[in-house]
């Protein structure tokens, strides 16, 4: 059981918008910046988001990031066949569970 | 252009010790911490540990202390993941990953696949 919660699953249609949510609570998510990594099937993950909403060098502006209080949010617009993808959250936790969580993890399926 | 290049894929046997290693170019190794993640088969990332290679301080996922041991060489700019008695429970992908100004996994591996069965 991931100690940040995303939903197992989501699906659109080419071109369209989707989110993809991550919640946590206070230790975690409440209190740290919020990352969010892509992972294409059989390579490793790539960061896509850091500090909630900043896009690393390279990464298209079709992929955003939001915070609010204890949850967060990835929206990536224009889907194409390629976003198809397993896409995870990540953040630091305070608590003495773990120093860095992942969500458990969210399969993109682009119709 | 920072690079992270892990060993290659392993097949062990219950109770045989491991080390797998990270090795980092292109960038300062002693500037940034280092990460480990475990994939399982099928299954989503888990956080294992981080090194900072400057000092070789490490902390630990609780649930990760005790079963293995990170550790770094900033000589050869190489970061390491060890156990001393595998389990077939071990059987995962394992990725390396360095930080950045963000203090985040920004940079993976290639990931190293160990298979652990009788």
């Known amino acids: 059981q991931s100690v940040l919660t995303q939903p197992p699953s989501v699906s659109a249609a080419p071109g369209q918008k989707v989110t993809i949510s991550c919640s946590g609570s206070?230790?975690?998510?409440?209190?740290?910046?919020v990352s969010w990594y892509q992972q294409l099937p059989g390579t490793a993950p790539k960061l896509l988001i850091y500090?909630?909403?900043k896009r690393p060098s390279g990464i298209p502006d079709r992929f955003s990031g939001s915070k609010s209080g204890t949850s967060a949010t990835l929206g990536i617009t224009g889907l194409q066949t390629g976003d198809e993808a397993d896409y995870y959250c990540g953040t630091w936790d305070s608590s003495l569970s773990a120093p860095y969580v992942f969500g458990g993890g969210t399969k993109l399926t682009v119709l | 252009e920072v690079q992270l290049v892990q060993s290659g894929a392993e097949v062990k046997k219950p109770g045989e010790s491991l080390r797998i290693s990270c090795k980092g170019s292109?960038?300062?190794?002693?500037?940034?911490?280092i990460s480990w993640v475990r994939q399982m088969p099928g299954k989503g990332l888990e956080w294992m540990g981080r090194?900072?290679?400057?000092?070789?301080?490490?902390n630990y996922s609780p649930s990760f202390q005790g079963h293995v041991t990170i550790s770094a060489d900033k000589s050869i700019s190489t970061a390491y993941l060890q156990w001393s008695s595998l389990k077939a429970s071990d059987t995962a992908m394992y990725y390396c990953a360095r930080h950045g100004t963000a203090m985040v996994p920004g940079y993976w591996g290639q990931g190293t696949l160990v298979t652990v069965s009788s």
């Open positions: 206070s230790s975690n998510i409440g209190n740290n910046y």
């Open positions: 500090d909630n909403n």
């Open positions: 292109g960038y300062s190794f002693t500037s940034y911490w």
């Open positions: 090194i900072d290679p400057s000092d070789s301080y490490t």
